[in-house]
T-cell receptor, first 114, second 113 residues
Framework: KAGVTQTPRYLIKTRGQQVTLSCSPI?????VSWYQQTPGQGLQFLFE???????NKGNFPGRFSGRQFSNSRSEMNVSTLELGDSALYLC?????????????FGQGTRLTVV | GENVEQHPSTLSVQEGDSAVIKCTYS??????FPWYKQELGKGPQLIID?????GEKKDQRIAVTLNKTAKHFSLHITETQPEDSAVYFC????????????FGTGTRLLVSP
């Protein structure tokens, strides 16, 4: 069974640009959550998508957005990049059918903003 | 609100020793408590989890205990091996009805041969 796939693995962007990251969950999983990991703030929840609908959102500015497609693949977008957006972005896949089900993470996308 | 404190931040043990990492939380509505292991350059890997209707769960060399009254849960690794060296995160879930996890700040475990 294939795991969670995130692409690309690494990205370098310039301040002010926008970026799109992709996540393919485990086959059959309908929930995709996104997290930002930085040395200073640790792992912070961005948002969760289930069956193409955002059903939970963390405390991030509106520059961070996402969507989910009918095949459960998800993308997140960050517009008007700032230096502080440099981080490891992780997505987690779960069945999502009940609160607190097992979540499996991808390898992450390392975003560097210069 | 949701908050979880994790201790210690670093832990150094000799191979074969036991390691214990503890997390305390404040939100009594949390009912799902997973532990993740993150190796350098990789995403967090789920190693064990426990739900609020269970006090202890064991899987080979790792175990998790939960004290809901005191609001703390712990990860126990016995007979540690160098390959156990990684950063370990505790997390809380289940209180929002969805999949959001609130993570601890992590414990860097170093197992010396």
């Amino acid at each position: 069974k294939a795991g969670v796939t995130q692409t690309p693995r690494y990205l370098i962007k310039t301040r002010g640009q926008q970026v799109t990251l992709s996540c393919s969950p485990i086959s059959g999983h309908r929930s995709v959550s996104w997290y930002q990991q930085t040395p200073g703030q640790g792992l912070q929840f961005l948002f969760e998508y289930f069956s193409e609908t955002q059903r939970n959102k963390g405390n991030f500015p509106g520059r961070f957005s996402g969507r989910q497609f009918s095949n459960s693949r998800s993308e997140m977008n960050v517009s008007t990049l700032e230096l502080g957006d440099s981080a490891l972005y992780l997505c987690a896949s779960s069945s999502g059918t009940a609160a607190g089900t097992e979540a499996f993470f991808g390898q992450g996308t390392r975003l560097t903003v210069v | 609100g949701e908050n979880v404190e994790q201790h210690p931040s670093t832990l150094s043990v000799q191979e074969g020793d036991s390691a214990v990492i503890k997390c305390t939380y404040s939100d009594s509505a949390s009912n799902y408590f997973p532990w993740y292991k993150q190796e350098l350059g990789k995403g967090p890997q789920l190693i064990i989890d426990i739900r609020s209707n269970v006090g202890e769960k064991k899987d080979q060399r790792i175990a998790v205990t939960l004290n809901k009254t005191a609001k703390h849960f712990s990860l126990h690794i016995t007979e540690t091996q160098p390959e156990d060296s990684a950063v370990y995160f505790c997390a809380l879930g289940g209180n929002t009805g969805f999949q959001k996890l609130v993570f601890g700040t992590g414990t860097r475990l170093l197992v010396s041969p």
